[in-house]
C-alpha cells in the first residue's frame, strides 16, 4: 500500500530529476567546450569527446536522480511517518530467520 502511495511522488521527482539533470550536464559541458554536447547519432564525432560527454551525462543524472530519489522518499516519510522502500533495520531482524 506504501508503495502505491509512494508513486505519484515517485513520478514528480523523476521528472523534476530528468529536468534538473540536463540544465546541470548542460552547465557543466559548456565549462568543458562552447560547442553542444556531442550525440552518438552524429557524423565525424571523436570517440573521445563523445564518451567524456556520455560519461558526463551518465554520472550527472545518475547523481541528481538518486538526490530526487532519496528527498522525495525523506519528504514522503515526513508526511506520511513511513519510509517508502527498504528499512535496513527490519532487514537486519529478519537475517538468520528461515523463511
Known amino acids: 500500500m506504501i508503495k502505491l502511495l509512494f508513486r ?17 550536464f548542460d552547465t ?3 565549462r ?8 552518438p547519432e552524429e557524423r565525424g564525432v571523436g570517440a573521445g569527446k563523445l ?4 560519461v558526463i551525462e551518465g554520472a550527472v543524472f545518475r547523481a541528481v536522480r538518486g538526490l530526487f530519489d532519496h528527498g ?5 516519510a515526513k508526511l506520511t511517518g513511513r519510509w517508502p522502500g527498504e528499512d535496513p533495520a527490519k532487514k537486519d531482524e529478519h ?5
Request: no cysteine.
Open 32 to 39: 568543458i567546450d562552447r560547442k553542444p554536447p556531442p550525440r
Open 95 to 99: 537475517e538468520g530467520q528461515p523463511d
Open 8 to 24: 505519484p511522488f515517485a513520478i514528480v521527482a523523476g521528472l523534476l530529476a530528468g529536468r534538473t539533470s540536463r540544465k546541470a
Open 72 to 76: 522525495s522518499r525523506r519528504w514522503f
Open 51 to 54: 564518451a567524456l560527454a556520455l
Open 28 to 30: 557543466l559541458w559548456r
